[in-house]
């Protein structure tokens, strides 16, 4: 294993890659539809005020709801700033906390598996043509299309040092604990932050 894929050196690179994010702002936590649906609105009362820094897995464990989801519910910047925090939390606490957020919200979406699709689309042919129709397109391509818009605008923007520690962190993943996840899901985020 090399000095890079260890953890106290993958920890050294968040923490200095990603000290200098500034905070998101009080009223930039959570998305817009925070004004109609109580999580996103909990979970930015939760984390108002507070440093990435200053989170750990016992902190995280105080929020009320599915601290898993929060990441999901948060600005692009908000996403941002406390994307390491949960890098740290899966590092230092793999088996008790959802060490799987970090990389989920770090992996671009994969097209569906086209047997998959092709299998639901068998048992559904109870519906119409036109509902089949319908399904084939949402199946297809815009639910794909949207996680994917929805990633690119959340992983835009990273400094390299910052790009250099999620690269770190992943293979920190893969070679600790690779056996755990996909190994296409860790492959593919591997690929794209190779990019970066």
């Not at 009223?27 to 996103?40: M, V």
């Not at 949960?86 to 590092?91: G, V």
């Not at 043509?129 to 815009?142: D, F, M, N, V």
Request: net charge negative.
């Amino acid at each position: 294993m090399s000095d890079s894929s260890t953890a106290e050196a993958v920890k050294i690179l968040v923490r200095t890659a990603f000290a200098n994010v500034p905070y998101p702002g009080d009223d930039n936590i959570a998305y817009a539809e925070a004004d109609y649906n109580w999580e996103p609105a909990r979970m930015a009362a939760f984390f108002k005020g507070k440093r990435w820094q200053e989170l750990d897995w016992p902190t995280l464990q105080t929020y009320g709801g599915d601290a898993s989801a929060c990441l999901s519910f948060m600005t692009t910047e908000a996403f941002r700033y406390y994307l390491p925090a949960y890098m740290l939390i899966a590092i230092d606490n793999y088996y008790e906390a959802p060490a799987d957020v970090p990389l989920f919200h770090l992996s671009p979406p994969r097209r569906a598996d086209k047997a998959r699709r092709t299998e639901f689309l068998e048992q559904v042919q109870e519906f119409t043509p036109a509902q089949r129709q319908e399904i084939r397109e949402i199946l297809s391509h815009e639910a794909d299309e949207e996680r994917r818009t929805w990633f690119l605008e959340r992983v835009r923007g990273f400094a390299p040092a910052q790009c250099e520690a999620i690269r770190a962190f992943l293979r920190y993943m893969k070679t600790e604990h690779g056996g755990d996840f996909s190994t296409l899901t860790l492959d593919n985020a591997i690929a794209f932050w190779e990019t970066q």
